[in-house]
């Protein structure tokens, strides 16, 4: 059963553009929603999180958009720029903070300069 | 400050024989917990460990066991060797078993042929 589900499969966009990708939840005990960045050969690196009781969080280029009643949050990569090309996941914590994730199967982000 | 370390990076196993992964998490962090990364998937988390002891466990066989030392550090053991059983496998450290920040190794790639 997947428990994060992340759309869409894969993306391309120009340099400067904005990536968005979206994820879904089904447990409303999750408290917490990080997004990881991983490259080729390497492990998740935590991009941002934020937490259900906030609706937008922005750190940099990068912002966390979180709709409760719909279940749903958002990745927006601003000025998107050639390094950002990699597989981006969402994930949830939880439930009760138990620091278990539950990843979503992964959106591949390519930047064309 | 050295993060997460993983050994060895990659490792060739033939089906039916057994694996050992290694762990040692990010300094001053006392919980360990192991994820499964098929190809092209979303890391599925497989068990934490905290004060020596299993603490959670996701959907997998008993093929699949664990220890972690008083160090924090921590194996991953696999019996019976599956060709199913071909992954990247993530450990991921975080500072008490609730409401802390994950991080991750690069990752050890495991092939059953």
């Known amino acids: 059963q997947q428990q994060v589900k992340q759309s869409p499969q894969s993306l391309i966009v120009q340099k400067g553009g904005i990536s968005i990708i979206n994820c879904a939840y089904e447990?409303?005990?999750?408290?917490?929603f990080p997004w990881y960045q991983q490259f080729p050969g390497k492990g998740p690196a935590l991009l941002i999180a934020?937490?259900?009781?906030?609706s937008e969080k922005k750190e940099g280029r990068f912002t966390i958009s979180f709709n409760k009643s719909a279940k749903q949050f958002s990745l927006h990569i601003m000025d998107s720029q050639p390094g950002d090309s990699a597989t981006y996941f969402c994930?949830?914590?939880?439930?009760?903070?138990?620091?278990?994730?539950?990843f979503g199967k992964g959106n591949q982000v390519v930047v064309i300069p | 400050d050295a993060g997460v370390t993983q050994s060895p990076t990659h490792l060739i196993k033939t089906r039916g024989q057994q694996v050992t992964l290694r762990c040692s998490p990010k300094?001053?962090?006392?919980?360990v917990s192991w994820y499964q990364q098929a190809l092209g998937q979303g890391p599925q988390f497989i068990f934490q460990?905290?004060?020596?002891?299993?603490?959670q466990r996701g959907n997998f066989p008993d093929r699949f066991s664990g220890h972690q030392f008083p160090n924090y550090s921590s194996e991953l053991n696999v019996n019976a060797l599956l060709l199913g059983d071909s992954a990247l496998y993530l450990c991921?450290?975080?500072?008490?078993?609730?409401?802390?920040?994950?991080?991750f190794g690069q990752g050890t790639r495991l092939t059953v042929v």
């Open positions: 934020i937490r259900p009781d906030v």
């Open positions: 447990n409303t005990a999750f408290d917490y």
């Open positions: 460990y905290y004060e020596e002891e299993e603490r």
């Open positions: 991921a450290s975080t500072l008490g078993q609730i409401n802390t920040e994950a991080f």
């Open positions: 300094s001053g962090h006392d919980t």
């Open positions: 994930a949830a914590r939880g439930p009760y903070g138990n620091n278990r994730l539950a």
